[in-house]
T-cell receptor
Framework: AQKVTQAQTEISVVEKEDVTLDCVYE???????LFWYKQPPSGELVFLIR??????QNEISGRYSWNFQKSTSSFNFTITASQVVDSAVYFC?????????????FGKGTRLSVIA | DVKVTQSSRYLVKRTGEKVFLECVQD?????MFWYRQDPGLGLRLIYF???????EKGDIPEGYSVSREKKERFSLILESASTNQTSMYLC???????????FGPGTRLTVT
């Protein structure tokens, strides 16, 4: 069975602080994908990143970075110099990868509030 | 741009009514999904479809059915709406070389 755990329900930071959102996953699949999505107050889910099971190289995109470690089954997301516009609910998700077209299993989300 | 649209952003229905939630995607994706989002529970899969007229149950199919008569359209049906089906419903489709799930804007359904 697949499971994604986001232990942090809510995080509040002051603007310009760095913040890390934790994600731990469980899967019996030998091939899988990991994802992060952002859900701003408007409600629409925005795709941020997909990571293949074999690719443990850290990813950086502007102020966003992701750290994937298979040894600890974690796929953490860091926002550097946070901004008010980063306030949203962030979801980590997992899918098996044999076909690439399978449903995602989501964590329960972390609500990030960035205070000016 | 990929477009997944949902027929309504907000919907209010009475207990016992039959409710149709429509989802349309314009990218010729084969795979479409219906999720339900509730506070503290994240997104949970209701049903999905790999092709026209094909459907698979997700984690919480009870009380729901689906219809996929055309490739671009995937409908979620609440045969007899109940108050515990008050929720945000999100439709998604998968496609592209990155197999990204593209989500619609969601329908917030209230059953009174």
């Amino acid at each position: 069975a697949q499971k994604v755990t986001q232990a942090q329900t809510e995080i509040s930071v002051v603007e310009k602080e760095d913040v890390t959102l934790d994600c731990v996953y469980e899967t019996r699949d030998t091939t899988y994908y990991l994802f992060w999505y952002k859900q701003p107050p408007s409600g629409e889910l925005v795709f941020l990143i997909r990571r293949n099971f074999f690719d443990e190289q850290n990813e950086i995109s502007g102020r966003y970075s992701w750290n994937f470690q298979k040894s600890t089954s974690s796929f953490n997301f860091t926002i550097t110099a946070s901004q008010v516009v980063d306030s949203a609910v962030y979801f980590c998700a997992l899918s098996e990868a044999w076909s690439g077209n399978t449903p995602l299993v989501f964590g329960k989300g972390t609500r990030l509030s960035v205070i000016a | 741009d990929v477009k997944v649209t949902q027929s309504s952003r907000y919907l209010v229905k009475r207990t016992g009514e039959k409710v149709f939630l429509e989802c349309v995607q314009d990218m010729d994706h084969e795979n479409m999904f219906w999720y339900r989002q509730d506070p503290g529970l994240g997104l949970r899969l209701i049903y999905f479809s790999y092709d026209v007229k094909m459907k698979e149950k997700g984690d919480i199919p009870e009380g729901y059915s689906v219809s996929r008569e055309k490739k671009e359209r995937f409908s979620l049906i609440l045969e007899s709406a109940s108050t515990n089906q008050t929720s945000m419903y999100l439709c998604a489709s998968i496609g592209g070389y990155l197999y990204e799930q593209y989500f619609g804007p969601g329908t917030r359904l209230t059953v009174t």
